[in-house]
């Protein structure tokens, strides 16, 4: 069973950062692309970041461009998610997955939470 587990999350204060990471036990995730998700309270959840199997290739949801990194370590099975300049807005449970997720083979991890007081 595939298992993936988001560490990192916090409270922060408004221009703050954080690191998110996500491992990945029972499969490697080497050989797809991996996406960060978030939901905020009473929202759906919605895409963050993606990369590329081997990190050459990134893409980014307008609302983060420029203040989030998203980066992958496929030796250690692991994604990160680097979040600097971070806005109360951006407070929310993080997932990562593939993108698009396959749910049946890799279910959500129960994520960590993100809160950015202003």
């Known amino acids: 069973q595939v298992q993936l587990v988001e560490t990192g999350g916090g409270l922060v204060q408004a221009g703050g950062s954080l690191r998110l990471s996500c491992a990945a036990s029972?499969?490697?995730?080497?050989?797809?692309?991996m996406g960060w998700f978030r939901q905020a309270p009473g929202k759906e959840r919605e895409f963050v970041a993606q990369?590329?199997?081997?990190?050459?290739?990134?893409s980014y949801a307008d609302s983060v461009k420029g203040r989030f990194t998203i980066s992958r370590d496929n030796a250690k099975n692991t994604v990160y998610l680097q979040m600097n300049s971070l806005k109360p807005e951006d407070t929310a449970v993080y997932y990562c997955n593939t993108n698009p997720p396959q749910i049946a083979a890799i279910p959500w991890g129960k994520g960590t939470l993100v809160t950015v007081s202003s």
């Open positions: 029972g499969r490697t995730l080497s050989g797809f692309v």
């Open positions: 990369i590329n199997r081997f990190g050459g290739g990134t």
